[in-house]
Every structure is written in structure tokens, then in C-alpha cells.
């Protein structure tokens, strides 16, 4: 699986199953209040 992360977007590429396990992996990392302009500026 690929993750592509740009100052503008982020672009996650594979089966269900493993965009299912970034997106939990994100919010355990951020918390579920993150918004994803925080998310890109702390991974810069």
C-alpha cells in the first residue's frame, strides 16, 4: 500500500482493507478531533 502526502492533499492507495488500517493507524496517531490541515503541516 501507498500513502502520498502533498501540502494540498493526501492520497492513500491500495485494497480496503489497508486504507481501513492507515486511516485507524492516522487517527490513533492525531486523535479523532484531528483535522487534516494539521495532519499535513505536523508531517512536513
Known sequence: MNSYLTPQSVHVVGQARQVQLILRQWVREWGPDAKLID??????
Do not use: D, N, W
Open 39 to 44: 495532519m499535513l503541516a505536523g508531517r512536513k
